[in-house]
């Protein structure tokens, strides 16, 4: 038999975390594979580009559009346990889970809704589906940009599910990495440090823009669940602690929200401090290489018309 597609794995899926416990996507495999009865052929067949086995990449895709859906959620890198709403899907008896049956759920049509959004500044915040509705009616062209913006989307996921599992400590560090990598502090490896002051509010790192440390970007780095909401007595305390170091420039990074009371006081200070969330984080590690490798690479090529222009 083909390898199905993805929502034929939704609901063994979503079944096999139905223990209430944690589960590797690695035993995932082996388990579903069994559970569909997938021949050792099935189990072999790799995508086009050669690096992934299909039946694993479905898997993946299925895990993702239950997590929109908010039918599961990840605990560790890799490492996935079902949601209550999750528990109460598979309490119907449901005889298969797919797209349509998802449309339920509030987050899954957020996640769709901003799958269509046709401005065209939208970042990867706006997830398309991988197999929107209206596919059939997309160019070859069309289908690969909106596959691609989906894969991206995925990615922001997974490196803020990484961070927030990770240490404080690594996370002072990254944000340090992330404005090196951004270019603050060019001038020198050692211009950017992660560090903590006793000051109220707390500094995590500092960025000296140039060699004689005239000019100092402080930064702060919250490492919150995505359902936490930095307000705006955390920006103030910030702000504070920037007083104590006479500092006139703050960059505030969290892996979670900000609230709109925190985004609009940093519009009425003096202050220039620049609130980074977890959406936004995560973009940028993409856009400047910070945490992340080239997986694949494909080329889309037109006639060279210069070639064969035979009056030249």
Do not use: C
Request: without cysteine; negative net charge.
């Amino acid at each position: 038999m083909a390898v199905p597609d993805f929502q034929a794995f939704m609901l063994p899926l979503l079944s096999e975390l139905a223990d209430g416990q944690e589960h590797d996507l690695k035993d995932l495999y082996v388990t579903l594979a069994l559970k569909l009865n997938l021949s050792e052929q099935d189990k072999d067949e790799l995508l086009p580009s050669g690096k992934q086995r299909k039946y694993h990449s479905r898997i993946g895709w299925a895990r993702t559009y239950l997590k929109k859906a908010g039918l599961l959620y990840t605990v560790k890198r890799a490492r996935f346990i079902i949601s209550e709403d999750g528990k109460k899907l598979l309490a119907t008896h449901p005889q298969a889970i797919n797209k349509t049956m998802l449309e339920r759920y509030p987050s899954y049509m957020e996640f769709l809704q901003l799958s269509k959004s046709s401005d065209k500044e939208t970042t990867f915040s706006s997830s398309p589906s991988l197999l929107v509705d209206e596919e059939n009616e997309l160019s070859p062209t069309e289908q690969m940009s909106v596959s691609f913006k989906t894969i991206q989307s995925e990615l922001v996921d997974e490196l803020l599910d990484v961070i927030r599992v990770g240490s404080p400590k690594f996370f002072e560090t990254l944000v340090v990495d992330l404005m090196l990598a951004m270019g603050y502090g060019g001038w020198s490896k050692e211009s950017g440090k992660a560090t903590q002051y006793s000051s109220d509010g707390g500094i995590d790192g500092v960025i000296n823009e140039d060699p004689l440390g005239l000019d100092i970007i402080y930064l702060q780095a919250k490492r919150y669940k995505e359902s936490n909401t930095v307000g705006r007595p955390d920006i103030q305390a910030f702000s504070g602690a920037l007083d104590m170091q006479r500092a006139r420039k703050g960059v505030f990074i969290t892996t979670s929200k900000f609230s709109s009371d925190a985004l609009d006081y940093v519009q009425r200070i003096e202050k220039k401090i620049v609130l980074i969330d977890g959406q936004q984080l995560a973009e940028m590690m993409i856009k400047y290489n910070l945490g992340v490798s080239v997986k694949d690479t494909y080329q889309v090529k037109n006639i060279d018309t210069d070639y064969f222009n035979e009056d030249q």
